[in-house]
């Protein structure tokens, strides 16, 4: 018999324990749901479905209450903990699972799940495979039956039991007797192991001639155990025995398995955030090539214009040569706006055997007035990059409804990815075509044949559309509508105008900078070498350590990750810089080595030669709180502090006859604080415009304002700012350098001067609990899976992460609120000045220096008034030749 057709028979509530036990730490979906019972249980079923492809089979589970043997043995499992509280929501899942598999599930009120098992193992005239890893059911095995534990890979036939313990499987309920089960409360003879045991059963023959002839036992000891336990012993076989009485259908034919509901396993392993099994589900049958069209006529593509003219919603999706859209050329625009229809327009492929293709400017003279009209909602993935390409083309996409990556990151901000091949997957089953098989290693999309391209362009489209379709009621069911249409999708016109402007850099400057580097760089080496007594491999961790630890007799404080040596991470040169003045130096040296690969070397190729200018990419979609980032590269890592800093920020200046101009938003983070708690002290303090820092130390020293000091100052910025991130009484003496107990009465001193903010912490991290996540003012979410885990550190990350992701988030949005409206103003009131850089709470201008005061003020009063909080927000004002000025 193939053993596909054999009946599986699975442990279920067996292996529900082990996948639990099994996966280290606290897993979680989203929405704070335990999940790692779920996901080690639906992983071990998979395998099974996977690797036998089976026809038959069972989950069998135990039924809740008691059994007989809980009449036969009162202490039977009696020693059993309870089912950990973060299991039992899990239970229904587990099931819901098996069910939509197709999986029969067997479950009988007064049975066991192995009585069960055995019943059916038993009296089926069938070949039978138990999936389990419980050795109970080895008293079953038989030339019908089989045991397989898949979570470790063995099998267990008549012979592989006899190797294993030299007796027939029969032969082991008499063995088990002797040994009892710990885990089941069973008590069989104290002191007799599982090889003491089975020798007497090859010796005896079974339990009960043992017993009768017990003084034949050759060791005392032993007999005298067997004498006083007898009894235990007998019951314990009796409570091993699985019983073969079960009420449950014999007929083969009810454990054929039926096809999977994949809709519903889809919805669940959504739910779940199961992404690894989502992409092993069959694709849906939801998106068909046979209405995808080439537009190669004019006519076409008047005709197609004119369709698109009457849709609801328009689908833009480009091909081109580069991932930068400022390098890129457009190769051919795909469109979606009547699925499953979508269509191709190549203007730009360089395949000799194409059919003619229209020009750019035939379809530019078409397509701009259909894209530059705002009544024509558009839609797109990632839109920001089509957008800039079409501004560089002279097209004002100007109808902009929505982007289905911003979509998804506003859903759920804290997933790795956004991009269409992961949603295509994750919201309709759907495998996209990949563009490396499609275009090759290092290959260009304009080599891409005709019919090939307008496959994989039109599918882009058309799963845009369709994800649009599922997106947006989720949007507004979670409450996201406004953010995604108010914040969000104006941000992407502010955006796409900042990195199309982008920040022009002093080239000859950095080249100096970049020698001067260099030669501070040769006099760091020559110091560390003579400190040294030779000459070696600064960047080698294993030589430095060989210099401080073995030559220079500095202590060890920390091994290395692997463990194969000790660190001489920043951590460690730091403290050992106390002691020899050569880590010292080589904390400087890599400072130094670091900024100058990283910037000074680095910035000067980054600049685009038409322009000569440096454009980031600020993304809208990667940090889990709402705040923007930036890279290719990332200006919002250029250093603020220290004297190499400032010369870095130098490079950074405006055109002739410009001046740079920067707009702080000052302390925002500490005046959503005060916002949401509501603290009288707080908020009094900000309304008549104190200085907070000072105001803090006047209240943790208490001391009036003349006498605090710029130490007591310092220490109350730290815990101003410590407190918005959570940070502990180990963080703030980590960070003030002082002992845990007096940190820990710093942060309890200013919870009594300012008890509202200790009120908001605790609020919030309640209000996580109960609702799984926490949003900001505006709305958006941010899901905390951790907030109830049992694992401390986790639950402790979750909780700080609740308290600081409302006042965070809340800042980035009103940031982005500011830059959407002086974007507007810029326009509407033809404001002298370009938006260039936007780093966290500070946005840069460019603008001509006649004006600078004028749009400074003006700039100044759009920031302040863009909301209404419980207190005043202010804005610092700075102009200069370079970044560097400007404080």
Same mark, same amino acid.
């Given at each position: 018999?193939?053993?596909?057709?054999?009946?599986?028979?699975?442990?279920?509530?067996?292996?529900?324990?082990?996948a639990?036990?099994?996966?280290?730490?606290?897993?979680?979906?989203?929405?704070?749901?335990?999940?790692?019972?779920?996901?080690?249980?639906?992983?071990?079923? &998979?395998?099974?479905?996977?690797?036998?492809?089976?026809?038959?089979?069972?989950l069998?589970?135990?039924?809740?209450?008691?059994?007989?043997?809980h009449?036969?043995y009162?202490?039977?499992?009696?020693?059993?903990?309870?089912?950990?509280?973060?299991?039992?929501?899990?239970?229904?899942?587990?099931k819901?699972i098996?069910?939509?598999?197709?999986?029969p599930?067997?479950?009988?009120?007064? $049975?066991?799940?192995?009585?069960?098992?055995?019943t059916?193992?038993?009296r089926i005239?069938?070949?039978?495979?138990?999936?389990?890893?419980?050795?109970?059911?080895?008293? *079953?095995? /038989?030339?019908?039956?089989? @045991?397989?534990?898949?979570?470790?890979?063995?099998? $267990?036939?008549?012979k592989?039991?006899?190797?294993?313990?030299g007796?027939p499987?029969?032969k082991?309920?008499?063995?088990?007797?002797?040994?009892?089960? /710990?885990?089941?409360?069973?008590p069989?003879?104290?002191?007799i192991g599982?090889?003491?045991?089975?020798?007497?059963?090859r010796?005896?023959?079974?339990?009960?001639?043992?017993?009768?002839r017990?003084e034949?036992v050759?060791r005392?000891?032993?007999?005298e155990l067997?004498?006083?336990?007898a009894?235990?012993?007998?019951?314990?076989k009796?409570?091993i025995?699985?019983?073969?009485?079960?009420?449950?259908?014999?007929?083969?034919?009810?454990?054929?398995?039926?096809?999977?509901?994949?809709?519903?396993?889809?919805e669940?392993?959504r739910?779940l955030?199961?992404?690894? %099994?989502?992409?092993?589900?069959?694709?849906?049958?939801?998106?068909?090539?046979?209405?995808y069209?080439?537009?190669?006529?004019?006519?076409e593509?008047?005709?197609?214009v004119?369709?698109?003219?009457?849709?609801?919603?328009?689908?833009?999706?480009l091909?081109?040569?580069?991932?930068?859209?400022?390098?890129?050329?457009?190769?051919?625009?795909?469109?979606?706006?009547s699925?499953?229809?979508?269509y191709?327009?190549?203007?730009?492929?360089?395949?000799?055997? /194409?059919?003619?293709?229209l020009?750019f400017?035939?379809?530019?003279?078409?397509?701009?007035?259909?894209?530059?009209?705002e009544?024509v909602?558009? +839609?797109?993935?990632?839109i920001?990059?089509?957008?800039?390409?079409?501004r560089?083309?002279?097209?004002?996409?100007?109808?902009?409804?929505?982007?289905?990556?911003?979509?998804?990151y %506003?859903?759920?901000?804290?997933?790795?990815?956004?991009? *269409?091949?992961?949603?295509?997957? #994750?919201?309709?089953?759907h495998k996209?075509?990949s563009?490396?098989e499609?275009v090759?290693k290092?290959?260009?999309?304009?080599?891409?044949?005709?019919?090939?391209a307008?496959?994989y362009?039109?599918e882009?489209?058309?799963?845009?559309?369709?994800?649009?379709e599922?997106? &947006?009621?989720?949007l507004?069911?979670h409450?996201? &509508?406004?953010?995604?249409m108010?914040?969000?999708?104006?941000?992407?016109?502010?955006?796409?105008?900042?990195?199309?402007?982008?920040?022009?850099i002093?080239?000859?400057?950095?080249?100096?900078?970049?020698?001067?580097?260099?030669?501070?760089?040769?006099e760091?080496?020559?110091r560390?070498?003579? =400190?040294?007594?030779?000459a070696?491999?600064?960047?080698?961790?294993?030589?430095?350590?060989?210099?401080?630890?073995?030559?220079?007799? =500095?202590p060890?404080?920390?091994?290395?990750?692997?463990?194969?040596?000790?660190?001489?991470? +920043?951590?460690?040169?730091?403290? %050992?810089?106390a %002691?020899h003045e050569?880590?010292?130096?080589?904390?400087?040296?890599?400072?130094?080595?670091?900024?100058?690969?990283?910037?000074?070397d680095?910035?000067?190729?980054?600049?685009n030669p038409l322009?000569?200018?440096?454009?980031?990419?600020?993304?809208?979609?990667v940090?889990?709180?709402?705040?923007?980032?930036?890279?290719?590269?990332?200006?919002?890592n250029?250093?603020?502090?220290?004297?190499?800093g400032?010369k870095?920020?130098?490079?950074f200046?405006?055109?002739?006859?410009?001046?740079?101009l920067?707009a702080?938003?000052?302390?925002?983070?500490?005046?959503v604080?005060?916002?949401?708690?509501?603290?009288?002290?707080?908020?009094?303090?900000?309304a008549?415009?104190?200085?907070?820092?000072?105001?803090?130390?006047?209240?943790?020293?208490?001391?009036?304002? #003349?006498?605090?000091t710029?130490?007591?100052?310092?220490?109350?910025?730290?815990?101003?700012?410590? @407190?918005? $991130?959570?940070m502990?009484?180990?963080?703030?003496?980590?960070?003030?350098?002082?002992?845990?107990?007096?940190?820990?009465?710093?942060?309890?001193?200013?919870f009594?001067?300012?008890?509202g903010?200790?009120?908001?912490?605790?609020q @919030?991290?309640?209000?996580?609990?109960?609702?799984?996540?926490?949003?900001?003012?505006?709305?958006?979410?941010?899901? *905390?899976?951790?907030?109830?885990?049992p694992?401390?550190?986790?639950?402790?990350?979750?909780?700080?992460?609740?308290?600081? !992701?409302?006042?965070?988030?809340s800042?980035a949005?009103?940031?982005?609120?500011?830059?959407?409206?002086?974007?507007?103003?810029?326009?509407?009131e033809?404001?002298?000045?370009?938006m260039?850089?936007?780093?966290?709470?500070?946005?840069?201008? #460019?603008?001509?220096?006649?004006q600078? #005061?004028?749009v400074?003020?003006?700039?100044?009063?759009?920031?302040?008034?863009?909301? !209404?909080?419980?207190?005043?927000?202010k804005?610092?004002?700075?102009w200069?030749?370079?970044?560097?000025?400007?404080?």
């Open positions: 018999m193939n053993r596909n057709d054999y009946l599986y028979l699975i442990d279920a509530s067996s292996y529900v324990f082990r639990y036990f099994a996966i280290t730490g606290h897993l979680s979906n989203r929405r704070g749901l335990p999940t790692k019972a779920i996901y080690g249980f639906t992983n071990m079923v &998979w395998k099974v479905l996977r690797e036998r492809r089976p026809t038959y089979m069972a069998v589970f135990d039924a809740p209450g008691p059994t007989f043997r009449e036969m009162e202490a039977y499992k009696a020693n059993r903990p309870e089912m950990p509280a973060d299991l039992i929501p899990q239970l229904p899942y587990i819901e098996g069910q939509a598999l197709g999986i599930i067997l479950e009988i009120e007064g $049975y066991e799940a192995d009585d069960i098992i055995a059916l193992a038993r005239d069938h070949q039978v495979v138990i999936i389990s890893g419980d050795k109970d059911f080895l008293q *079953l095995v /038989s030339d019908r039956v089989i @045991i397989w534990d898949p979570m470790k890979n063995i099998i $267990y036939d008549r592989a039991v006899e190797r294993r313990f007796l499987p029969e082991l309920l008499d063995v088990m007797a002797l040994t009892g089960d /710990s885990s089941d409360n069973i069989g003879v104290p002191g599982e090889k003491t045991a089975i020798k007497l059963i010796e005896f023959g079974s339990l009960e001639a043992l017993l009768e017990v034949e050759s005392p000891r032993l007999r067997l004498k006083a336990h009894e235990a012993a007998r019951i314990s009796e409570l025995r699985l019983k073969d009485n079960a009420p449950v259908s014999l007929d083969l034919s009810h454990y054929r398995l039926r096809e999977p509901d994949w809709p519903r396993l889809r669940l392993f739910e955030d199961f992404t690894r %099994l989502l992409r092993e589900l069959p694709p849906e049958k939801t998106i068909s090539y046979d209405d069209h080439l537009v190669t006529s004019e006519e593509l008047k005709d197609l004119a369709q698109a003219r009457g849709a609801a919603l328009l689908v833009v999706d091909e081109a040569t580069d991932k930068d859209p400022l390098r890129a050329e457009i190769v051919g625009v795909a469109l979606c706006f699925p499953p229809k979508a191709y327009i190549p203007v730009g492929h360089k395949v000799l055997t /194409s059919p003619d293709q020009s400017e035939t379809v530019k003279r078409h397509l701009a007035p259909l894209i530059e009209d009544r909602p558009v +839609v797109g993935q990632n920001k990059y089509d957008l800039i390409l079409l560089r083309q002279g097209i004002e996409l100007r109808g902009l409804a929505g982007d289905t990556m911003v979509a998804s %506003l859903l759920d901000p804290t997933r790795r990815a956004h991009n *269409l091949d992961d949603l295509a997957q #994750e919201y309709l089953g996209m075509i563009y490396r499609l090759g290092g290959g260009s999309f304009a080599d891409v044949g005709l019919e090939e307008k496959i362009a039109c882009d489209a058309h799963v845009t559309y369709l994800l649009h599922k997106m &947006w009621p989720l507004k069911e409450s996201l &509508w406004p953010l995604f108010e914040v969000e999708i104006p941000l992407i016109y502010v955006l796409a105008e900042m990195e199309i402007v982008g920040v022009k002093d080239l000859v400057y950095l080249r100096e900078l970049s020698r001067e580097f260099e030669r501070r760089l040769l760091l080496e020559e560390i070498y003579a =400190l040294a007594g030779e070696f491999n600064i960047n080698s961790t294993r030589r430095l350590g060989s210099i401080l630890f073995d030559k220079l007799g =500095l060890r404080l920390k091994k290395t990750r692997k463990k194969t040596g000790y660190s001489t991470d +920043v951590e460690v040169l730091e403290e %050992l810089a %002691l050569l880590p010292r130096l080589v904390l400087e040296y890599r400072t130094l080595a670091k900024l100058k690969s990283t910037y000074v680095a910035l000067p190729r980054m600049v322009d000569g200018r440096l454009h980031t990419s600020f993304n809208q979609t940090t889990a709180t709402g705040r923007l980032s930036s890279s290719e590269p990332n200006l919002q250029i250093p603020v502090r220290g004297e190499e400032t870095i920020r130098r490079a200046v405006p055109e002739e006859g410009h001046l740079l920067s702080d938003y000052s302390q925002i983070d500490l005046r604080l005060a916002h949401y708690s509501q603290d009288q002290t707080l908020v009094e303090a900000f008549r415009g104190e200085d907070i820092h000072a105001r803090t130390a006047m209240e943790i020293f208490g001391v009036p304002r #003349e006498m605090v710029s130490e007591m100052r310092r220490v109350a910025k730290t815990i101003n700012f410590g @407190i918005v $991130y959570g502990s009484p180990y963080g703030l003496a980590k960070e003030l350098k002082i002992g845990r107990r007096e940190a820990a009465a710093f942060i309890e001193r200013y009594e001067r300012y008890p903010v200790r009120d908001y912490m605790q @919030i991290v309640a209000e996580a609990r109960e609702k799984g996540y926490v949003a900001t003012i505006f709305g958006r979410k941010r899901y *905390l899976p951790d907030i109830n885990s694992n401390r550190a986790a639950r402790e990350f979750a909780e700080r992460t609740a308290i600081n !992701t409302p006042i965070q988030g800042a949005d009103i940031i982005k609120l500011a830059m959407i409206e002086i974007h507007r103003s810029i326009k509407k033809e404001m002298p000045a370009k260039i850089l936007q780093v966290h709470d500070e946005l840069l201008f #460019e603008i001509p220096e006649p600078v #005061e004028d400074a003020r003006r700039i100044v009063e759009l920031m302040e008034t863009v909301v !209404t909080l419980r207190v005043p927000l804005v610092n004002v700075s200069g030749k370079s970044w560097a000025e400007l404080k």
